[in-house]
């Protein structure tokens, strides 16, 4: 079962505005990560946040972590053409922590 | 390059036909992962392995099977009896402990049936 679902489930801004999207999940996690997928392709990871982390940035990258509302966001400033894809966020949780759990995505596009 | 290569792109499988999947990594990583995505959704684990000549099912290992006789490799047949079989199908890798969870993705085959 899906364990993550994600919110919108597609996002269309302009090039250079900032884009958010939200994951939220049912059980106590390890860790949530965001991944990347360009059309066709596989999974790129992007960031990880461990469940005692509440925020976490890498270059144009924000993610932050509620574990009481169990939810997730990830925002991606100064947006650009390239950032064009679809956003998956993943769970990796206490119990067979070699797994993670995938949700449904937000399928991103930036329009020049 | 380090990385996870799988073949072919493309697949076409006959009725009742089994075809098998291919993924090598180089990265020395001891766990590998399937998972299926179809259209529009997100990805769901066929079946996992943590260490060569160990593997476990994952949410939806009906109609597949694997192997893992080498470190490097964990090819995916999908059998006759997966009845709907077009996905596109993604094998991943990572370190084997929890000092990271990242895993590594393969560029993916796409799965069409005949």
């Known amino acids: 079962s899906q364990q993550g679902e994600e919110d919108p489930q597609a996002l269309s801004i302009q090039e250079g505005e900032n884009a958010t999207m939200n994951c939220s999940y049912k059980t106590s996690i390890n860790n949530l990560q965001w991944y990347r997928q360009n059309s066709g392709r596989g999974l790129v990871h992007l960031i990880l946040?461990?469940?005692?982390?509440r925020e976490k940035h890498s270059g144009r990258l924000r993610v932050t972590l509620d574990t009481s509302k169990k939810s997730s966001s990830l925002l991606i400033t100064a947006s650009r053409a390239a950032d064009t894809a679809s956003y998956f966020c993943?769970?990796?949780?206490?119990?067979?922590?070699?797994?993670?759990?995938f949700g449904q995505g937000t399928r991103l596009t930036i329009n020049p | 390059d380090g990385g996870i290569t799988q073949s072919p792109k493309y697949l076409f499988r006959k009725e009742g036909q089994n075809v098998t999947l291919s993924c090598e990594q180089n990265?020395?990583?001891?766990?590998m992962y399937w998972y299926r995505q179809d259209p529009g959704q997100g990805l769901r684990l066929i079946y996992y392995s943590q260490i060569v000549n160990d593997f476990q099912k994952g949410d939806i290992a009906e109609g597949y099977s694997v192997s893992r006789e080498k470190k490097e490799s964990f090819p995916l047949t999908v059998t006759s009896a997966q009845k709907n079989p077009t996905a596109f199908y993604l094998c991943?890798?990572?370190?084997?402990?929890?000092?990271?969870?990242?895993?590594?993705f393969g560029p993916g085959t796409r799965l069409l049936v005949l």
């Open positions: 993943a769970t990796g949780m206490y119990q067979g922590a070699q797994k993670l759990v």
């Open positions: 946040i461990r469940s005692n982390e």
């Open positions: 991943a890798s990572k370190v084997a402990g929890g000092a990271t969870e990242t895993q590594y």
């Open positions: 990265l020395n990583h001891d766990a």
